[in-house]
């Protein structure tokens, strides 16, 4: 196991372990690679400009979310790529080593 890996995964989880942090990364999932202006997040959330503002920021800085500017706004995207990692690493060697298979009720690894 990485140092790295490890510091990316406490970051990315980190970022995410907040009500509102959670809600923005679940919307932005459910928007695709379309993504979401910062105005429209708001909205769908009910959150002040600068709470948005904080947890976006918090979001970025985990590395879970992007942004990129498209004229007057920022469209905020999640970052799949970043949270495939992310599962890969924590399912890394699932069920001593043979790979994790989706569990039918009662049944374990």
Do not use: W
């Amino acid at each position: 196991m990485e140092t790295n890996d490890n510091q990316a995964a406490v970051s990315a989880l980190s970022a995410l372990a907040q009500e509102h942090r959670l809600a923005i990364f679940r919307l932005l999932v459910q928007a695709g690679h379309s993504g979401l202006p910062a105005g429209q997040i708001a909205k769908s959330l009910a959150l002040p400009a600068s709470s948005l503002s904080f947890h976006l920021s918090h979001l970025k800085a985990g590395g879970v979310v992007q942004d990129e500017r498209d004229g007057r706004s920022i469209i905020y995207r999640a970052d799949f790529t970043a949270m495939n990692r992310l599962i890969a690493f924590l399912l890394e060697n699932c069920c001593e080593g043979d790979g994790c298979a989706p569990l039918d009720k009662g049944s374990q690894c």
